[in-house]
């Protein structure tokens, strides 16, 4: 349960970091979103991330905490490169 406790915040905060680039918001939204926005979406983006640490520290001491919280940061990345990929596809299955 921890593990998902760490890795949900970990692939948000990857998603939200992704969003908050014009340049993939325009790949994902077909629009660029006010800087504000894109500002908002990259601190909560890092928040996400650094709860994610929290969770990992807590519920498994810091020193494990930090090297799973690692493990999951290096699967969300890859989450989040692997959907940028293939964007194309992921929204003609939405759409």
Do not use: C
Not at 52 to 80: C, E, P, R, T
């Amino acid at each position: 349960m921890i593990h998902l406790a760490i890795a949900l915040p970990a692939i948000l905060g990857f998603a939200l970091l992704l969003m908050a680039m014009a340049r993939h918001q325009q790949d994902w939204l077909r629009r660029k979103l006010t800087p504000r926005t894109g500002r908002m979406l990259r601190w909560t983006g890092f928040a996400a991330l650094g709860l994610a640490f929290v969770f990992a520290g807590l519920g498994l001491g810091w020193a494990y905490g930090a090297l799973v919280w690692f493990g999951w940061l290096s699967v969300a990345a890859a989450l989040a490169l692997t959907a940028q990929t293939n964007r194309e596809r992921i929204l003609r299955l939405i759409s």
